[in-house]
């Protein structure tokens, strides 16, 4: 290098230490000062500058079938139209009759369904896994009614004939275990005769002064606003609890769940605890606020609120989740197993039906 060039180099260099090293000290105050005031602006506008990343918002599509698996599900629907369900928005559908919903959930029209338990499990095998029950929201609404006073256990029904509806679904099978339980013959000891419609069931036990009916919540309790002579005779899930009880099982009479497609719980993890907290809370406000909660189950059109404020506290509607949720329900698909394989589509679910959260 040229002497000349390192010679200006080297004097440059000095200049420039001098002149730092010879400020006076409030010099030197002042710039840490300054430069202090400038790292915390500067920190400072960085943080504004870096916005927190918002939650995604998910689009979802609900199902559920007029009866109780709606009913605990308006405080919901009602928070979604007033658009207070935070990032989760929902679209819902109430329908008459398990089977329109059912096509929906295998062709992935709907994320998330209200249907009934065994039918969570048929849907299950039918598709290879790809549908998890996350909650139970409905316990038993069976009930066996009778128009008089005779009928004060369940020993009493030995003899009589007993109206209903749902042969080769959930309330024959219900309806059997517990007579079987008792030491009561299903084909010998009463007569049983199937009828189509709950409404039938009604008809003729208003017509025999000696039949008893099993009618399903709400029309059981609409049964009972049409003639004051009816009475509820027995309750069919405290029955049920009973006879686990006795066999040390946790199970009991399950009539509905909430299920997701497992594609739909695999992308939207967040999604759907959201939607298990605000369920939740929904199914508690129906419990706890029965006179609103039933204006909102008629403004929904699922039942008269006249009808739904007398009936919500026979409903059993519920929120039951995770390990215990899995107790109850398995035990129940087992004994539906038991009765008949193909009531729970062949064979009782694997673990993997069931939803836990992490």
């Given at each position: 290098?040229?002497?000349?060039?390192?010679?200006?180099?080297?004097?440059?260099?000095?200049?420039?230490?001098?002149?730092?090293?010879?400020?006076?000290?409030?010099?030197?105050?002042?710039?840490?000062?300054?430069?202090?005031?400038?790292?915390?602006?500067?920190?400072?506008?960085?943080?504004?500058?870096?916005?927190?990343?918002?939650?995604?918002?998910?689009?979802?599509?609900?199902?559920?079938?007029?009866?109780?698996?709606?009913?605990?599900?308006?405080?919901?629907?009602?928070?979604?139209?007033?658009?207070?369900?935070?990032?989760?928005?929902?679209?819902?559908?109430?329908?008459?009759?398990?089977?329109?919903?059912?096509?929906?959930?295998?062709?992935?029209?709907?994320?998330?369904?209200?249907?009934?338990?065994?039918?969570?499990?048929?849907?299950?095998?039918?598709?290879?896994?790809?549908?998890?029950?996350?909650?139970?929201?409905?316990?038993?609404?069976?009930?066996?009614?009778?128009?008089?006073?005779?009928?004060?256990?369940?020993?009493?029904?030995?003899?009589?004939?007993?109206?209903?509806?749902?042969?080769?679904?959930?309330?024959?099978?219900?309806?059997?275990?517990?007579?079987?339980?008792?030491?009561?013959?299903?084909?010998?000891?009463?007569?049983?005769?199937?009828?189509?419609?709950?409404?039938?069931?009604?008809?003729?036990?208003?017509?025999?002064?000696?039949?008893?009916?099993?009618?399903?919540?709400?029309?059981?309790?609409?049964?009972?606003?049409?003639?004051?002579?009816?009475?509820?005779?027995?309750?069919?899930?405290?029955?049920?609890?009973?006879?686990?009880?006795?066999?040390?099982?946790?199970?009991?009479?399950?009539?509905?769940?909430v299920v997701a497609r497992k594609a739909f719980v695999d992308e939207h993890?967040?999604?759907?605890?959201?939607?298990?907290?605000?369920?939740?809370?929904?199914?508690?406000?129906?419990?706890?606020?029965?006179?609103?909660?039933?204006?909102?189950?008629?403004?929904?059109?699922?039942?008269?609120?006249?009808?739904?404020?007398?009936?919500?506290?026979?409903?059993n509607i519920t929120f039951i989740s995770g390990d215990d949720m899995k107790?109850?329900?398995?035990?129940?698909?087992?004994?539906?197993?038991?009765?008949?394989?193909?009531?729970?589509?062949?064979?009782?679910?694997?673990?993997?039906?069931?939803?836990?959260?992490?």
């Amino acid at each position: 290098m040229n002497k000349k060039i390192l010679s200006l180099l080297m004097a440059t260099a000095l200049m420039a230490t001098c002149l730092v090293g010879c400020g006076s000290k409030a010099s030197d105050e002042t710039s840490t000062a300054t430069e202090t005031e400038v790292t915390e602006e500067t920190t400072e506008t960085a943080d504004e500058a870096i916005p927190e990343t918002p939650a995604e918002a998910v689009d979802i599509k609900v199902a559920a079938l007029k009866g109780p698996t709606a009913m605990g599900m308006v405080k919901l629907m009602d928070d979604s139209d007033k658009g207070d369900t935070a990032t989760n928005h929902y679209t819902f559908t109430i329908s008459a009759a398990p089977d329109e919903i059912t096509p929906q959930i295998i062709q992935g029209n709907v994320d998330i369904a209200a249907v009934p338990a065994n039918l969570a499990s048929v849907l299950y095998n039918k598709t290879e896994g790809q549908v998890q029950v996350l909650a139970i929201n409905t316990l038993g609404v069976l009930y066996i009614v009778e128009n008089g006073e005779t009928v004060k256990s369940v020993d009493d029904l030995k003899g009589k004939t007993i109206y209903a509806s749902g042969k080769g679904a959930t309330p024959e099978y219900a309806l059997n275990y517990m007579l079987s339980s008792y030491g009561i013959n299903p084909q010998k000891d009463v007569t049983i005769e199937y009828k189509a419609e709950h409404a039938e069931c009604v008809s003729a036990l208003l017509n025999d002064d000696n039949g008893v009916a099993m009618l399903p919540q709400p029309f059981a309790t609409t049964a009972l606003m049409q003639n004051e002579n009816m009475r509820l005779a027995i309750d069919m899930t405290t029955e049920w609890e009973n006879i686990a009880n006795a066999n040390d099982s946790n199970t009991t009479l399950v009539t509905g769940v909430v299920v997701a497609r497992k594609a739909f719980v695999d992308e939207h993890p967040e999604a759907v605890k959201l939607f298990m907290e605000q369920y939740e809370a929904s199914t508690k406000y129906t419990n706890d606020n029965i006179e609103d909660a039933s204006a909102l189950i008629e403004n929904y059109d699922i039942i008269k609120a006249a009808v739904a404020q007398k009936a919500i506290p026979y409903c059993n509607i519920t929120f039951i989740s995770g390990d215990d949720m899995k107790e109850k329900l398995g035990g129940y698909l087992d004994e539906l197993f038991n009765q008949n394989p193909e009531a729970v589509g062949g064979q009782v679910p694997a673990d993997e039906f069931y939803y836990i959260e992490k």
